[in-house]
């Protein structure tokens, strides 16, 4: 069965970096669409960034563009999310959600069946 672990949250100041790292098993990793997701207590869980089917292409929110940088890594079955220049405003669960459909819609967090556990990112000012 599909399996998904995220790891790599934590404290972080504005301005800090972290990595995140998703790892999905149980089939072909580059079968999967992958992405993150985030959501603060309140409001709903929001698209971060996402790599296509077969490790195309990449994407990401409007938020998160010229700071995060998502990578997939084939050999370990992983994906990667650099995050730098945080801010306050990162602060949230993010989620690491995967599909291997023919078509996902990556902004969307119903088109995908296969969701981490979460982990915490907390971003002080």
């Known amino acids: 069965q599909v399996q998904v672990v995220e790891s790599g949250g934590g404290l972080a100041q504005a301005g800090d970096s972290l990595r995140l790292s998703c790892a999905v098993s149980?089939?072909?990793?580059?079968?999967?669409?992958i992405a993150w997701f985030r959501q603060s207590p309140g409001r709903e869980r929001e698209f971060v960034a996402a790599?296509?089917?077969?490790?195309?292409?990449?994407h990401y929110a409007d938020s998160v563009k010229g700071r995060f940088t998502i990578a997939a890594d084939n050999a370990k079955s992983t994906m990667y999310m650099q995050m730098n220049s945080l801010k306050p405003e990162d602060t949230a669960v993010y989620y690491c959600?995967?599909?291997?459909?023919?078509?996902?819609?990556?902004?969307?967090?119903?088109?995908?069946?296969?969701w981490g556990q979460g982990t915490q990112v907390t971003v002080s000012s």
């Open positions: 149980g089939r072909t990793f580059s079968d999967f669409a």
């Open positions: 790599i296509s089917r077969g490790a195309g292409s990449t």
């Open positions: 959600a995967a599909d291997p459909a023919q078509f996902v819609n990556v902004y969307s967090p119903y088109a995908f069946d296969y």
